[in-house]
């Protein structure tokens, strides 16, 4: 038989045995999502403590939010460890995730486990909690509220540059960047700020069982250790896990109930990719998959990662 022949048919057995490691994985994948879509995903269909991770800059985020809702309606959890570390953010963000919280507070224990930080908004999330474990070291309070605005007049004025504004009232757009605010502007931002810090300090007089008198007086802008914050009453217990859990038996939870993570999970059609190409090199298909683009075996939208997850979670 021709040599071409033989070579021909090699490269096309190659082929075929390469779509049937493809078919495979798809429908294994397809099993393991409809396991996952009956019958609960990553050990939440059994009685579980849910942790949620919440870090970085706090912001109005609608994908923690429904999180948060699924985890108070999920009757396999039967209790919560919010674990913080995150400088703050807007007030208004603190504020839906600290009532999240509270929702959830009404129907099972709830932990906050303050890690390197947890201050300004992160402190008023902590705050939701039943309990407020933190670190030695931990770095928490910051209780306040600011507004900032920029003022690039000074810069316009040395490259030459003027802005003119007609406006139907003298409040209207302020402050505004582009010349000093009023001094009716900067009362009207000062009422603004003190009144949410009001409210701020309000919460933390609740939620800590403390006389308003003694909040306002940590209420000054002042960040503490976890040591610091124990003395006067901020945190609970100095601690980690072992503490969590104590607490958590204290309520009645059973302390041999494994912990499972809630946070945003990366897309598993995402990991799919990664796992066809792994099969591929174990049966000895890489140097076929040196001409094969995996974007085009499996359809664009599957490979999505991150933003879609949080989209299609967000309008459910």
Known sequence: MDSSII????????????WRIVAVALVVALGFAFYAFTFGDGGTARPHIAHVTISGLIVDDDELLERLKKIETDKQVKAVVISISSPGGTTYGGEKIFKAIRAISAKK????????LAASAGYMIATAGDTIIAGDSSITGSIGVIFQYPQIQPLLDKIGVSLQEIKSSPLKAEPSPFHEASEEAKAMIRNMVVDSYNWFVDLVADRRKLPREDVLKLADGTIYTGRQALKVKLVDTIGGEPEIRAYLKSR???????MVDWDKKSNTPFLLAGAVSRLITIFGYDDLMKGQDINGILPPKLLLDGLLSVWQVGHD
Not at 252 to 258: H, M, N, Q, V, Y
Request: charged share 40%.
């Open 109 to 116: 224990p709830v932990v906050s486990d303050v890690r390197t």
């Open 252 to 258: 009645g939870i059973d302390s041999e109930l494994p």
């Open 7 to 18: 070579a021909d048919r090699r490269r096309l057995r190659r082929k075929l045995g390469f």
